[in-house]
């Protein structure tokens, strides 16, 4: 079954710290993963894409990468920001006959100062 | 550059009344379509999704349709609302490009959709 799960389910951190948000999925066949921002009440916003050769990829203070071979991927957040308080999803698309996104629940992260 | 719409950004409506959403696209042409219902604290859960005008895929059964009476209008509607329909309801477009693995979907504000 295509799945894409995401831990921790939220998350706490102080401002100018660093965090790691997880994503594995079961999704075959693969074709790419992008990780989405989205702000309280608020359509997501793509941060990064990786298709099956890319294992990082950077976008200022955010660093995703990619193991296809375990089928996980991880955002770096570095220097976190109050701003940076938001949802955080991945989403995982197959190869396959027309388009098919499987969205992860996401991560509910919280920066406080 | 392309924008996405969409209204009213906030709707209250009692069990049992009619519900019409809109989202418009501009400065592109034949894109995808897609609208999403994301529960709170909840991920997107993908409704229906369009490829050109009159085309329609539903992906859960549900109480709810969709149309698309031009190449970028696409509305979601429901006959009686329940109180489940409650939720937040995105518009999101992607470029029709063919051989692209490029498949960003841009999303639209948002409505927040409350059933009393």
Same mark, same amino acid.
């Given at each position: 079954?295509?799945?894409?799960?995401?831990?921790?389910?939220?998350?706490?951190?102080?401002?100018? &710290?660093?965090?790691?948000?997880?994503?594995?999925?079961?999704? +075959?066949?693969?074709?790419?993963?992008?990780?989405? &921002?989205? #702000?309280?009440?608020?359509?997501?916003?793509?941060?990064?894409?990786?298709?099956?050769?890319?294992?990082? &990829?950077?976008?200022?203070?955010?660093?995703?990468?990619? #193991?296809? #071979?375990?089928?996980? +991927?991880?955002?770096?957040?570095?220097?976190?920001?109050? +701003? #940076?308080?938001? +949802?955080?999803?991945?989403?995982?698309?197959?190869?396959?006959?027309?388009? &098919?996104?499987?969205?992860?629940?996401?991560?509910?992260?919280?920066?406080?100062? | 550059?392309?924008?996405?719409?969409?209204?009213?950004?906030?709707?209250?409506?009692?069990?049992?009344?009619?519900?019409?959403? /809109?989202?418009?696209? /501009?400065?592109?042409?034949?894109?995808?379509?897609?609208?999403?219902?994301?529960?709170?604290?909840? !991920?997107?859960?993908?409704?229906?999704?369009?490829?050109?005008?009159?085309?329609?895929?539903? /992906?859960?059964?549900?109480?709810?349709?969709?149309?698309?009476?031009?190449?970028?209008?696409?509305?979601?509607?429901?006959?009686?609302?329940?109180?489940?329909?409650?939720?937040?309801?995105?518009?999101?477009?992607?470029?029709?490009?063919? !051989?692209?693995?490029?498949? /960003?979907?841009?999303?639209?504000?948002?409505?927040?959709?409350?059933?009393?």
């Amino acid at each position: 079954k295509n799945q894409v799960e995401q831990s921790p389910q939220s998350l706490i951190i102080l401002e100018g &710290k660093n965090c790691t948000l997880q994503c594995n999925y079961t999704v +075959s066949p693969f074709s790419n993963l992008r990780w989405y &921002k989205q #702000d309280t009440g608020r359509g997501p916003v793509s941060l990064t894409i990786m298709t099956f050769s890319e294992n990082t &990829k950077s976008n200022g203070r955010y660093t995703a990468t990619l #193991d296809a #071979d375990t089928k996980q +991927s991880s955002l770096h957040i570095t220097a976190s920001q109050l +701003s #940076d308080s938001a +949802s955080y999803i991945c989403v995982v698309t197959r190869n396959t006959g027309g388009f &098919k996104t499987i969205f992860g629940a996401g991560t509910r992260l919280f920066v406080k100062a | 550059s392309q924008t996405i719409h969409q209204w009213p950004a906030t709707l209250v409506q009692p069990v049992g009344s009619p519900l019409s959403l /809109e989202c418009t696209v /501009e400065g592109t042409s034949n894109p995808n379509l897609y609208w999403y219902r994301q529960a709170a604290g909840r !991920g997107l859960q993908l409704l229906f999704y369009s490829v050109g005008i009159g085309q329609i895929s539903s /992906e859960v059964p549900q109480n709810l349709s969709a149309s698309r009476p031009q190449d970028r209008q696409f509305i979601l509607s429901s006959k009686k609302l329940l109180l489940s329909d409650s939720g937040f309801y995105l518009c999101a477009w992607s470029s029709h490009l063919s !051989g692209t693995v490029d498949n /960003e979907q841009f999303f639209g504000p948002g409505t927040r959709l409350t059933v009393l």
